[in-house]
């Protein structure tokens, strides 16, 4: 497919798709596309920046238009996904379109959700806590329902998202078209493909598309201490949009409240903020009145701005997938961009996982003999050189040389309290006699 006249689409959709320049479609699109409007269940695999989300938004578009569709349902695993996916489709529809579409996601109100549900929109995109909240309170009716998109499978797995997704499939009916699609197809994503989907095709990226080129990588070996001394250098000397990396939603706090005290526009965005906030921090961000965005991994997936220059990993991910999809947050749509990772000597394990997913059969950057989680238990000294037990000290003097000559003063003069004529030895005479006598006497008065 060269390109999207081939596919005798929706005049509507024509007009929306030469609005927004789209002319070539992404390797992604040109396999995912035909397959998904020949009604055929897939697996698909592609990396952020891919074009995937409108591998799957263009034919379900194209389908609800034809009255092929009557109600779809799309599942991510965070509300900025949910978004990104709802603004995908807001921008593939014509002004006044007689398709709607409503996102489902936690950290709004739930009142206003209950009211945009009363017009009966045909594309459904939640989260799946929230759409379960709406499932049982009986407010969203999924009878209808004859097209599933599971988006970021991977992560949604990762969430424990598994027995939710379940909960959702027991309002759906069994006769339905599914698209599974995920960054990388693990073991557990095809055992749930054969659970979810019925003789899918499977549609992959080239290999080589898996580097994404246009991402220059830098690797910086640091201490914890030395890590925020050197964020505000490189801060200061780059410039453009810049996306933190951070590990725990009181570290984006913290790191932001740091760096806006040494003068930066730097704000935070993580899981406890409620959806109008991070909606709200969003909107400074992608409008330039921040420079600096810290997140948790929240926004590593679902966050759309074309401008961000840098991706700073100040903490690596927990899961090394994740960091492909951090680095993604830049050099999207083919401009190019920098990813800068905060390396220290406990994180090297996960580093050569990382790179085992960058580079497959590689050999790691990072010197082995500095990782110290990889050495085996009985290589480890589990006290450092310098502490001792107070008895260890004890012992160690008496085993010393200087000490195990007789002929030294030291030690001849040296008095032991065990010796036969201590007093210790006498007392302890005492008590035994003592001690004997009693048990004498008892057993006489028995």
Not at 48 to 55: H, L, S, V
Not at 239 to 242: A, T, V
Not at 247 to 250: A, E
Not at 274 to 291: E, L, T
């Given at each position: 497919m060269?390109?999207?006249?081939?596919?005798?689409?929706?005049?509507?959709?024509?007009?929306?798709?030469?609005k927004?320049?789209?002319?070539?479609?992404?390797?992604?699109?040109?396999?995912?596309?035909?397959?998904?409007?020949?009604?055929?269940?897939?697996?698909?695999?592609?990396?952020?920046?891919?074009?995937?989300?409108?591998?799957?938004?263009?034919?379900?578009?194209?389908?609800?238009?034809?009255?092929?569709?009557?109600?779809?349902?799309?599942?991510?695993?965070?509300?900025?996904?949910?978004?990104?996916?709802?603004?995908?489709?807001?921008?593939?529809?014509?002004?006044?379109?007689?398709?709607?579409?409503?996102?489902?996601?936690?950290?709004?109100?739930?009142g206003?959700?209950?009211?945009?549900?009363?017009?009966?929109?045909?594309?459904?995109?939640?989260?799946?806590?929230?759409?379960?909240?709406?499932l049982?309170?009986?407010?969203l009716?999924?009878?209808?329902?004859?097209?599933?998109?599971?988006?970021?499978?991977?992560?949604?797995?990762?969430?424990?998202?598994?027995?939710?997704?379940?909960?959702?499939?027991?309002?759906?009916p069994?006769?339905?078209?599914?698209?599974?699609?995920?960054a990388?197809?693990?073991?557990?994503?095809?055992?749930?493909?054969?659970?979810?989907?019925?003789?899918?095709?499977?549609?992959?990226?080239?290999?080589?598309?898996?580097?994404?080129?246009?991402?220059?990588?830098?690797?910086?070996?640091?201490?914890?201490d030395?890590?925020?001394?050197?964020?505000?250098?490189?801060?200061?000397?780059k410039?453009?949009?810049?996306l933190?990396?951070v590990?725990?939603?009181?570290g984006?706090?913290?790191?932001?409240?740091?760096?806006?005290?040494?003068?930066?526009?730097?704000?935070?965005?993580?899981?406890?903020?409620?959806?109008?906030?991070?909606?709200?921090?969003?909107?400074?961000?992608?409008?330039?009145?921040?420079?600096?965005?810290?997140?948790?991994?929240?926004a590593?997936?679902?966050?759309?701005?074309?401008?961000?220059?840098?991706?700073?990993?100040?903490?690596?991910?927990?899961?090394?997938?994740?960091?492909?999809?951090?680095?993604?947050?830049?050099?999207?749509?083919?401009?190019?961009?920098?990813?800068?990772?905060?390396?220290?000597?406990?994180?090297?394990?996960?580093?050569?996982?990382?790179?085992?997913?960058?580079?497959?059969?590689?050999?790691?950057?990072?010197?082995?003999?500095?990782?110290?989680?990889?050495?085996?238990?009985?290589?480890?000294?589990?006290?450092?050189?310098?502490?001792?037990?107070?008895?260890?000290?004890?012992?160690?003097?008496?085993?010393?040389k200087?000490?195990?000559?007789?002929?030294?003063?030291?030690?001849?003069?040296?008095?032991?309290?065990?010796?036969?004529?201590?007093?210790?030895?006498?007392?302890?005479?005492?008590?035994?006699?003592?001690?004997?006598?009693?048990?004498?006497?008892?057993?006489?008065?028995?």
């Open positions: 060269q390109n999207f006249q081939e596919l005798n689409l929706h005049k509507d959709l024509n007009v929306s798709l030469a927004i320049n789209f002319k070539k479609p992404t390797s992604v699109q040109a396999k995912a596309i035909p397959l998904i409007l020949n009604s055929r269940d897939v697996l698909g695999s592609a990396h952020t920046g891919t074009g995937k989300t409108a591998a799957f938004c263009i034919p379900l578009i194209e389908m609800v238009l034809n009255n092929k569709c009557k109600r779809a349902i799309i599942l991510a695993p965070t509300r900025e996904l949910a978004k990104q996916i709802e603004t995908v489709i807001q921008t593939l529809l014509v002004s006044k379109s007689k398709v709607k579409c409503l996102s489902l996601v936690g950290g709004e109100p739930m206003k959700q209950l009211n945009r549900l009363r017009s009966n929109p045909q594309i459904i995109i939640g989260t799946p806590g929230r759409v379960n909240d709406h049982n309170k009986k407010s009716d999924l009878s209808k329902a004859n097209f599933l998109i599971l988006d970021e499978m991977d992560r949604m797995l990762d969430m424990g998202f598994s027995i939710q997704i379940d909960k959702i499939l027991k309002f759906i069994k006769e339905k078209q599914t698209l599974m699609f995920s990388t197809i693990s073991k557990s994503i095809e055992k749930l493909s054969s659970k979810y989907l019925n003789n899918p095709e499977r549609v992959t990226v080239e290999e080589g598309q898996n580097n994404i080129p246009k991402i220059e990588q830098k690797i910086i070996n640091l201490s914890n030395e890590k925020f001394p050197y964020l505000v250098k490189h801060i200061q000397e410039h453009g949009l810049m933190v990396f590990k725990t939603k009181r984006a706090k913290k790191l932001a409240k740091q760096l806006y005290k040494e003068g930066f526009d730097a704000d935070s965005i993580h899981g406890d903020l409620r959806q109008n906030k991070r909606s709200a921090v969003i909107k400074k961000f992608r409008s330039n009145k921040i420079q600096i965005l810290v997140a948790t991994d929240v590593a997936r679902g966050l759309d701005i074309p401008n961000i220059e840098h991706v700073i990993n100040y903490d690596l991910p927990q899961q090394a997938e994740d960091f492909i999809h951090r680095i993604g947050r830049t050099g999207r749509a083919g401009a190019k961009g920098q990813a800068w990772s905060y390396v220290t000597k406990s994180d090297n394990r996960k580093w050569k996982e990382i790179e085992k997913i960058l580079y497959p059969g590689k050999k790691t950057s990072l010197n082995e003999s500095q990782d110290r989680n990889d050495r085996s238990f009985k290589g480890k000294k589990r006290f450092g050189n310098n502490r001792k037990f107070k008895s260890r000290d004890r012992s160690d003097k008496f085993k010393n200087n000490f195990k000559e007789k002929n030294q003063s030291s030690f001849k003069n040296k008095k032991s309290k065990f010796s036969k004529n201590s007093i210790f030895s006498k007392r302890k005479k005492e008590t035994i006699k003592r001690f004997n006598k009693r048990n004498k006497f008892k057993s006489k008065k028995r």
